[in-house]
């Protein structure tokens, strides 16, 4: 008889990283065929802009899902109960909730994590000693070794799995690259539009490229967040960057590959992550990254074979490797090249399935 594991995991909408894995685990038959599933969608907002905001229709959500998790507890009986737990903010506690019912139930149970919030928990004691109990006796996957120190404080490395992120295969709607003409170098930025991925850093870098009269173009994707598009427009007007700046929503699907298969250079200057499937999105499309020395993301990005990558929050030092890749064809072609050819081996959704499976076939043996 195959083995139970209930999954409570994010799912879109909204399309965020933690909401796609959910939906790649929820979809994929390597997962589903070996293991007898059950799946509780851990979200309770709808739009990212619903993110971190209360409202009654999110209590209500939050009550079902606290009866789903009680009645797949009682009468699906895993044995082993998956959480893609946040620590972050309000959802620290929510979830807390969630994991206390399966401790009562004496279930065996594995954190996915996908954010880093483990540090702003570590002044209160409150949520100290919430952290000591919710990961006594628990196992862990991380999405890198860098993620490690967070919770080494409560986790034993033998309860610790590693699984980098993949993301699925290309559509193959959208037909090759154009643009070998154009002179004018296309940098993007595609991501939610938050203050913590770096779009005020990236956008002062550009101004630092515009000022040095750079020939280039920089589109940001994404949906409003933290920064609508009014304080967005705001910024961008205030740098002078009206000419060389364009925010152009948010993408998915066909729309979101043409945007990538229109890009020169992929630029993800984020002050806060994990891991960032944003940039395995980029490697598909042979795009050379300007990212940040910040969570898994060196394990994604190989400096300076791949992409750049530099100190988080410096525009400067942002605004010096674009430049390099902006005045390089060459270079950008090599990176790009290399970076696809490094998805292709590590980082598919098939190569994401098959080390998810072993971790939790060794869970649930
Ligand atoms: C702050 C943090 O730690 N973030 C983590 C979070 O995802 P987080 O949502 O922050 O970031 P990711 O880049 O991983 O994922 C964003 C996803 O949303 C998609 N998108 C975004 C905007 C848009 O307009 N259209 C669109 O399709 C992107 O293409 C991507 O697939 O969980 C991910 C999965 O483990 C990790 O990789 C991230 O590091
Ligand atoms: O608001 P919500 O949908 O219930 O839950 C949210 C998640 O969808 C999101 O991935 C995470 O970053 C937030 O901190 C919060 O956990």
């Known amino acids: 008889m195959k083995k139970k594991i209930l999954f409570i995991l994010h799912l879109p909408p909204p399309v965020h990283g933690s909401s796609m894995v959910g939906k790649y685990i929820k979809d994929s038959s390597i997962i589903n065929e070996a293991i007898d599933s059950k799946y509780i969608n851990l979200g309770t907002s709808r739009s990212m802009d619903e993110i971190g905001k209360n409202s009654f229709q999110k209590i209500g959500l939050y009550l079902k899902i606290v009866f789903q998790t009680l009645k797949q507890l009682m009468f699906f009986k895993p044995d082993l109960v998956y959480i893609a737990f946040t620590a972050k903010g309000q959802a620290f506690y929510k979830d807390s909730f969630i994991v206390l019912l399966a401790k009562i139930f004496g279930k065996k149970i594995v954190y996915h994590l996908h954010n880093r919030s483990m540090a702003e928990r570590q002044d209160k004691w409150l949520d100290v000693a919430m952290c000591k109990m919710l990961f006594k006796n628990t196992d862990v996957i991380l999405l890198s070794k860098y993620l490690y120190p967070e919770i080494q404080k409560y986790v034993p490395e033998n309860r610790v799995h590693y699984c980098p992120n993949g993301v699925q295969p290309l559509s193959g709607q959208i037909s090759t690259r154009k643009k070998e003409n154009s ?159 490094r998805y292709e081996e590590k980082f598919t959704l098939k190569a994401f399935e098959n080390c998810l499976i072993v971790i939790l076939n060794k869970l649930i043996k």
């Open 183 to 341: 002179q004018e170098v296309q940098v993007l930025f595609l991501s939610n539009l938050m203050k913590a991925k770096g779009v005020f850093v990236l956008l002062e870098a550009c101004k630092i490229l515009q000022e040095k009269r750079l020939l280039f173009y920089c589109t940001f994707i994404g949906g409003e967040s933290d920064i609508t598009s009014e304080m967005f427009q705001k910024k961008v007007n205030e740098l002078g960057l009206s000419e060389t700046v364009h925010y152009a929503g948010k993408k998915y699907g066909a729309e979101k590959e043409q945007a990538f298969s229109e890009a020169d250079i992929f630029a993800f200057p984020t002050l806060n992550e994990t891991f960032g499937l944003v940039n395995l999105e980029a490697m598909q499309f042979s795009l050379p990254i300007v990212s940040t020395l910040e969570g898994g993301i060196p394990d994604v990005i190989e400096d300076g074979k791949t992409g750049f990558l530099v100190e988080k929050g410096n525009a400067e030092a942002l605004a010096e490797k674009l430049e390099k890749l902006i005045i390089d064809a060459a270079l950008r072609l090599e990176f790009g090249q290399r970076g696809k050819k």
